[in-house]
């Protein structure tokens, strides 16, 4: 898991130069930078790799971003010189009726739920509970009272699908920068996220290139204390930063904090058994055997979100690789 920091990402740098300006022959990069470490790694990669003027950081908070998201953003902004633009989606997200359907699908399960309340969805602990995790809704009063439902099959996928506006029309609003400045947009998911299909498909999981894909998250801590990340951006913990209430990945999607994760996902890509990983991360060995059920079935359950459209009959002329 340790790198040589300053060799990946002089690696990383020539590789974007490449894609960018010969493979793709475009002019710079547009790139969403939340305030995390992994956008703000690939924001210093460009940024390294094209200098400031072929660089663009798009800011896009919306009506439940945590400002957190929007203050890290300008730090990373401040810190390396970059240039950016802040266009908040809320208007769009309202008129498409994102918040609105999210609401109509939580007051099935909670009917006193107004859009005067705070939510988040939660899984329950995957490392010792069911093989067949159900989210629940947790909400908050304005009163401060909390309320967790578990969600019928109808409710989630309601919550699920109108949230996923959020991601589609931040890579809409990317993707017209790019077009209006002949740039490509960057994507910016570790090797964690792009394995386990931690991404919507048409929304964050959209880019022209991913520079930091094959890296863990734990490499790409590395490459940011090595890049120079502010420091408050490298301590802030991950965040999914999607519903009004705070929520922590593991609430929402991995069985494990991401280092954990990532030791589990190494050992596991290196053909190490459970025996092996599990005196290294202090559980049991059936808790790592659980989690490597628990990879290879979010593999399995999201492998589509990996695949380009599905043609009937190969078109060759059309879809040869070696074009580029």
Do not use: W
């Amino acid at each position: 898991m340790k790198i040589d920091a300053a060799a990946v990402a002089a690696d990383i740098e020539s590789r974007i130069r490449d894609i960018v300006l010969q493979r793709l022959n475009r002019k710079g990069v547009v790139i969403a930078i939340s305030g995390g470490i992994d956008s703000s790694v690939v924001a210093a990669l460009c940024f390294k790799a094209l200098g400031a003027e072929r660089v663009l950081g798009l800011m896009l908070p919306e009506a439940d971003s945590s400002p957190d998201s929007l203050h890290f953003a300008n730090l990373l902004a401040q810190s390396l010189g970059l240039r950016t633009h802040v266009e908040d989606i809320a208007g769009i997200l309202a008129a498409a009726g994102c918040y609105q359907r999210r609401d109509e699908a939580i007051r099935k399960v909670i009917p006193e739920y107004t859009a005067s309340y705070k939510c988040k969805i939660v899984l329950p602990d995957r490392l010792n509970g069911s093989a067949y995790p159900i989210f629940s809704v947790v909400v908050e009063s304005p009163l401060g009272e909390r309320t967790k439902a578990r969600l019928t099959l109808d409710s989630y996928l309601g919550v699920m699908a109108a949230t996923n506006f959020k991601q589609r029309t931040r890579k809409m609003m990317e993707y017209y920068y790019a077009d209006l400045f002949n740039y490509v947009v960057a994507g910016t998911p570790n090797r964690l996220e792009y394995d386990q299909g931690f991404f919507v498909k048409n929304g964050d999981g959209a880019a022209d290139l991913k520079p930091i894909a094959h890296l863990y998250k734990t490499q790409v801590y590395q490459l940011a204390a090595y890049l120079g990340i502010p420091q408050e951006i490298q301590k802030r913990p991950p965040t999914t930063d999607t519903y009004s209430l705070d929520q922590s990945q593991e609430e929402f999607y991995f069985p494990l904090p991401y280092d954990h994760m990532d030791l589990c996902l190494y050992a596991k890509n290196h053909g190490l058994g459970p025996e092996e990983v599990a005196p290294v991360i202090e559980l049991s060995v059936e808790q790592v055997a659980r989690v490597y059920q628990v990879i290879d079935s979010t593999r399995s359950a999201t492998r589509y979100l990996h695949l380009p459209p599905v043609l009937c009959e190969d078109v060759p002329e059309a879809c040869d690789d070696h074009r580029i």
